[in-house]
Nanobody, 129 residues
Framework: QVQLVESGGGLVQAGDSLRLSCAASGRTFSEYSMGWFRQAPGKEREFVAAIRWSFSSSLSSTYYADSVKGRFTISRDNAKNTVYLQMNSLKPEDTAIYYC??????????????????WGQGTQVTVSS
C-alpha cells in the first residue's frame, strides 16, 4: 500500500512558477513509476507528466503532455520518497486540481490514468490572467 500526499499548490499570476511535491509512504518508492494528472472544472482528468521507476533518481525516463512540454519538469528524489513537478511560465489554462499517482514498476502506458493504482488527494493550482 502506498499513500501519496501532494503539496505546493496555490494562486499565482500568469507567467509565474510553482513547484508541486508528492510525498509517498513506503520503502520501495524507487520501484514506483509516478505520474502527475490534472482536472479542471467540468473537464476530465488528463495526463500531465510521468517519470519511470528507477533505482537511480537521475536515470529515470520522463514523459510529458504536449501542452506542458518545455514548461513543466518532473523529477524524483528516491532518498526523500518524493516526486516533484516544476511548473514554469504558467498559463490560466493550467488552472486545475493536480494529482499524483503511482504504479509499481510501470514501464508503459504512462498517459493512461486507469493504469495507476494509487492516487493522492490533489492540490489546487489557480493561475490568474
Amino acid at each position: 500500500q502506498v499513500q501519496l500526499v501532494e503539496s505546493g499548490g496555490g494562486l499565482v499570476q500568469a507567467g509565474d512558477s510553482l513547484r508541486l511535491s508528492c510525498a509517498a509512504s513506503g520503502r520501495t518508492f524507487s520501484e514506483y513509476s509516478m505520474g502527475w494528472f490534472r482536472q479542471a472544472p467540468g473537464k476530465e482528468r488528463e495526463f500531465v507528466a510521468a517519470i519511470r521507476w528507477s533505482f537511480s533518481s537521475s536515470l529515470s525516463s520522463t514523459y510529458y503532455a504536449d501542452s506542458v512540454k518545455g514548461r513543466f519538469t518532473i523529477s524524483r528524489d528516491n532518498a526523500k520518497n518524493t516526486v516533484y513537478l516544476q511548473m514554469n511560465s504558467l498559463k490560466p489554462e493550467d488552472t486545475a486540481i493536480y494529482y499524483c499517482a503511482a504504479r509499481f514498476r510501470k514501464t508503459a502506458g504512462f498517459t493512461n490514468l486507469d493504469e495507476y493504482d494509487y492516487w493522492g488527494q490533489g492540490t489546487q493550482v489557480t493561475v490568474s490572467s
